[in-house]
């Protein structure tokens, strides 16, 4: 039987110049905007008057120098970015990637404890564990650990952050003057953890925050990536090109989340959604036109590259897609290794006409229309057990994004697929989950 209190959740990726590689070269992006954090934090207003669930900014620990001259790459880090968000926001979710691969956990069960703080209550931690070679280059590694390795870590690091925030008893503090007890060392615990990967004594030097801890977030679609957003994910990001496909996805998450004995309603799937709105179909048609000529080939070789794993400058463009090795033999994003091969099987295509024709987005979900169409689609994959809600990926930036809100957020609320307000303070309190007091 349906739910009749399921509602949609929307999560809306903050990119600078928006999720088209080619939107940066589009009339209607002012470049200033993309590196001024006053046109994040208004947009972050917009979103949540809109009322948006999430914002959330995505983030990778190296760059292709060769690749700077297609376009921006990646803006401020999401941390501060994000901290600078919460300052100008009350309601709207603050979420961050922050990888397992690179990063102590301490360091990370602080930072997000201190969102928690810093927003009342608002923070997400998307935990990626990093599939890009180069990245282990900048942290002293002669290469990026295996896949099973990387996602081995993720689940201790995992384990080891969630320790820490519950370091703090919810009551430990105390800030009595009078006794001169600030806070209730029986209260405050050391986790004395020793792993396979960390040693840490703890406990953390921050107390309980307001949501008892930050929402977790998987985006990672291999096997290990499904077990670890199984046992400890609220909501998952997922990469999808076709309803089937992710449909299969959504069962087997939450039957793997049944599984590792949790409700299935305890984790949401998100698959990406690489939108373009306008009142006609003709102007929506017209700006995905216009975004086809200013994309740039090469670059879309690089993120390709970079994604997979396999250096594919080194192919022709008009020759016949290459076959692709065991998924086994990939080191990098099997999510995207999954969805490629899945675009390419059964298929007579070139390289040229997968990246022109479908790499659109990274290959994900997409549409360009007006916001009647949009919704329909939205609807179609909520209501049909393919998704829990969207990632929204406006491709053009700041105007795409007003766009989306001004006009589909509405029209999914007229369908009542989408709430009017927010039901609390705290993310997790929006999301129905509850707080971890
Ligand atoms: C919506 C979405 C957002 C993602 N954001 C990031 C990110 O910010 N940084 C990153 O390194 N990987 C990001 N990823 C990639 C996944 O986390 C990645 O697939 C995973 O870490 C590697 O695991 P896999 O081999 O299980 O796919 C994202 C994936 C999706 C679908």
Redesign the pocket.
């Known amino acids: 039987m349906s739910d009749p209190k399921r509602r949609m959740i929307l999560n809306l990726?903050l990119q600078n110049a928006g999720s088209h590689k080619g939107a940066w070269r589009h009339e209607s992006t002012q470049l200033d905007e993309i590196h001024d954090v006053k046109h994040f934090q208004r947009i972050a207003q917009k979103a949540e008057a809109a009322r948006i669930d999430t914002l959330?900014?995505?983030?990778?620990?190296s760059i292709e120098a060769k690749a700077v001259q297609h376009g921006p790459i990646l803006s401020f880090e999401?941390l501060t970015l994000l901290a600078s968000i919460a300052a100008v926001t009350e309601r709207i979710g603050l979420i961050a990637?922050v990888?397992t691969s690179f990063n102590e956990p301490y360091n990370a069960a602080r930072i997000f404890s201190s969102l928690d703080h810093i927003s009342g209550g608002r923070a997400g931690w998307?935990?990626?564990?990093?599939?890009?070679e180069r990245?282990a280059f900048n942290f002293g590694l002669p290469q990026l650990p295996p896949?099973a390795e990387?996602?081995a870590r993720?689940k201790e690091f995992t384990e080891v952050a969630l320790k820490l925030w519950n370091s703090w008893d919810a009551d430990a503090l105390v800030q009595d003057k009078a006794s001169g007890v600030y806070a209730d060392a029986q209260k405050v615990h050391d986790i004395h953890h020793e792993g396979t990967y960390y040693s840490v004594r703890g406990a953390l030097n921050m107390m309980r925050s307001p949501q008892g801890r930050p929402l977790l977030i998987?985006?990672?679609?291999?096997?290990?990536?499904?077990s670890l957003a199984a046992q400890y994910a609220e909501l998952i990001?997922?990469?999808q090109h076709s309803f089937e496909d992710a449909q299969l996805f959504y069962n087997d998450i939450k039957m793997r989340t049944s599984q590792a004995g949790r409700s299935p309603n305890d984790i949401k799937v998100?698959?990406?959604l690489h939108v373009i709105v306008a009142e006609t179909e003709a102007e929506a048609l017209e700006k995905a036109s216009d975004l086809q000529q200013l994309g740039s080939i090469e670059r879309a070789v690089m993120s390709l590259s970079n994604l997979l794993g396999i250096d594919f400058s080194t192919y022709a463009l008009d020759d016949p897609f290459p076959p692709l090795p065991d998924h086994k033999e990939?080191n990098?994003?099997?999510?995207?290794?999954?969805m490629v091969q899945k675009i390419v099987e059964n298929k007579s295509l070139t390289l040229r006409e997968l990246l022109e024709k479908h790499w659109i987005g990274n290959g994900?979900l997409r549409i360009a229309g007006t916001p009647v169409q949009v919704a329909d689609l939205m609807e179609d994959w909520f209501l049909n057990g393919a998704a829990d809600g969207f990632?929204v990926?406006p491709q053009l930036g700041f105007r795409g994004t007003e766009a989306f809100l001004d006009l589909v957020v509405p029209e999914l609320q007229r369908r009542g697929l989408f709430p009017t307000s927010y039901a609390g303070t705290t993310l997790r309190e929006n999301l129905g989950f509850d707080l971890l007091l």
């Open positions: 990726f959330f900014i995505a983030d990778g620990l999401p990637t990888s998307n935990i990626v564990t990093t599939g890009v990245t896949h990387r996602y993720a998987q985006a990672g679609a291999s096997e290990a990536g499904r990001f997922t990469v998100l698959p990406g990939i990098a994003y099997q999510s995207f290794y999954q994900q990632s990926m």
